[in-house]
């Protein structure tokens, strides 16, 4: 290992690593790509992704095992997730191939900053889209910027699995129900910061997000998505158009069935029927599987497995998942993409 970082401590924080991927669309087609040492990007004062939005953004780990190699996580999954986006906010797709090439050249080149085995750091990926150029009116962008950067962050966790409490907003909403709730996008967390702030305040970790239609059925957990265990072994969550999908929930549902013998189920988690579960977290990248203590409704906090300690399904869930990520466990087929160094 060349540089030496504080690896135990990293923090969720910006790091300003030596490389990073920029490709440009233009003139209807996508460059090469490369890496560069520049970490700003210059844009035209007029592009779309500053004022209207016209922006998406995705999130990936790669992970040092035991024998000091590396991988990543799924990418193309979020290499598909980023092209669904682009979709919604007619933005230039990002094929998939050059999405994994692209994080694997920024892994690669900035190897020495992935945290070493056992210290639970991981390098973060933040995969970029941007429309960009000189338009004015309300109109997609004809140009676009793909960048992606990447900074060693720390566990999330320092003591261990430890639940953490959350509110429902009843106030305020982080999608409308035919918005672009189910799309990576900075406009969905524009749209939370004041929410998360007042959450936060009052000495909650989050809000708890309830389906903008109805507000009676649990969408997200701030930034991750929402899981419950039954007292009969069934692993729920959420289904609903604007929730984001979150890789690692599909990923928790099938080890929940495959590993773990739970029954996956995705549907209606109605928010005044949580005494259905006996265990619940919050699920994502970032968050990777984050028990959930209670959840504040309506002046009442209901507690799941318990304020303090994690649930033992939960725990499994965790150490299945994260067993797999650091290569500790075998993978599931095509989960797991190995990074040259
Ligand atoms: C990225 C994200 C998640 C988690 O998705 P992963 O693919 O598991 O990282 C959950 N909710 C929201 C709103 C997100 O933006």
Same mark, same amino acid.
């Given at each position: 290992?060349?540089?030496?970082?504080?690896?135990?401590?990293? @923090?969720?924080?910006?790091?300003?690593?030596?490389?990073?991927?920029?490709?440009?669309?233009?003139?209807?087609?996508?460059?090469?790509?490369?890496?560069?040492?520049?970490?700003?990007?210059?844009l035209?004062?007029?592009s779309p992704a500053l004022h209207y939005g016209q922006q998406a953004f995705e999130g990936l780990?790669?992970?040092?095992?035991?024998?000091?190699?590396?991988?990543?996580?799924?990418?193309?999954k979020n290499a598909e997730r980023l092209q669904k986006t682009a979709e919604r906010l007619l933005m230039e797709k990002v094929?998939?191939?050059?999405f994994?090439?692209?994080?694997?050249?920024?892994?690669?080149?900035?190897?020495?900053?992935?945290?070493?085995?056992?210290?639970? @750091?991981?390098? !973060?990926?933040r995969p970029l889209l941007i429309g960009v150029?000189?338009?004015?009116?309300v109109h997609p962008a004809? %140009?676009y910027i793909f960048t992606v950067?990447?900074?060693?962050? @720390?566990?999330?966790?320092?003591?261990?699995?430890?639940?953490?409490?959350?509110?429902?907003?009843?106030?305020f909403d982080r999608a409308a129900p035919h918005g672009t709730g189910a799309a990576k996008v900075g406009g969905n967390y524009a749209a939370s910061l004041l929410p998360g702030?007042?959450?936060?305040?009052?000495?909650?970790?989050?809000?708890?997000y309830?389906?903008p239609?109805?507000?009676?059925?649990?969408e997200e957990?701030g930034a991750a998505n929402?899981?419950?265990?039954?007292?009969?072994?069934?692993?729920?969550?959420?289904?609903s158009p604007s929730i984001l999908p979150s890789i690692?929930?599909?990923?928790?549902?099938?080890?929940?069935?495959?590993?773990?013998?739970?029954?996956?189920?995705?549907?209606?988690?109605?928010?005044?029927?949580?005494?259905?579960?006996? %265990?619940?977290?919050?699920?994502g990248t970032a968050?990777?599987?984050?028990?959930?203590?209670?959840?504040?409704?309506?002046?009442?906090?209901?507690?799941? !497995?318990?304020?303090?300690?994690?649930?033992?399904?939960?725990?499994?869930?965790?150490? %299945?998942?994260?067993?797999?990520?650091?290569?500790?466990? %075998?993978?599931?087929?095509?989960?797991?993409?190995?990074?040259?160094?």
């Open positions: 290992m060349v540089v030496d970082l504080d690896w135990e401590n990293l @923090g969720f924080a910006y790091h300003k690593l030596p490389f990073r991927y920029v490709s440009y669309f233009k003139d209807g087609k996508w460059d090469d790509g490369e890496l560069t040492e520049n970490a700003s990007i210059t035209s004062e007029s780990k790669a992970y040092r095992t035991k024998d000091g190699s590396i991988q990543l996580f799924r990418p193309d094929p998939t191939d050059k994994v090439e692209a994080c694997k050249a920024v892994v690669k080149a900035n190897a020495d900053y992935v945290p070493p085995y056992g210290t639970g @750091g991981t390098l !973060y990926l150029g000189d338009v004015i009116g004809s %140009e950067f990447a900074m060693p962050v @720390g566990s999330y966790f320092k003591g261990g699995l430890t639940p953490t409490n959350f509110i429902v907003s009843e106030d702030k007042k959450a936060k305040e009052a000495g909650f970790s989050d809000v708890i309830l389906d239609a109805t507000h009676s059925k649990i957990v929402f899981f419950g265990i039954t007292a009969n072994n069934e692993f729920v969550t959420p289904l690692t929930k599909y990923s928790l549902l099938e080890l929940a069935e495959k590993r773990l013998g739970l029954t996956p189920v995705e549907g209606d988690v109605p928010i005044d029927d949580l005494d259905r579960f006996v %265990e619940a977290g919050a699920c968050a990777v599987i984050s028990p959930i203590g209670g959840i504040e409704y309506r002046g009442k906090l209901h507690v799941f !497995y318990s304020e303090t300690e994690v649930g033992p399904m939960t725990k499994k869930l965790y150490d %299945e998942l994260v067993g797999i990520q650091f290569g500790d466990i %075998e993978a599931p087929e095509g989960w797991i993409v190995k990074v040259d160094q």
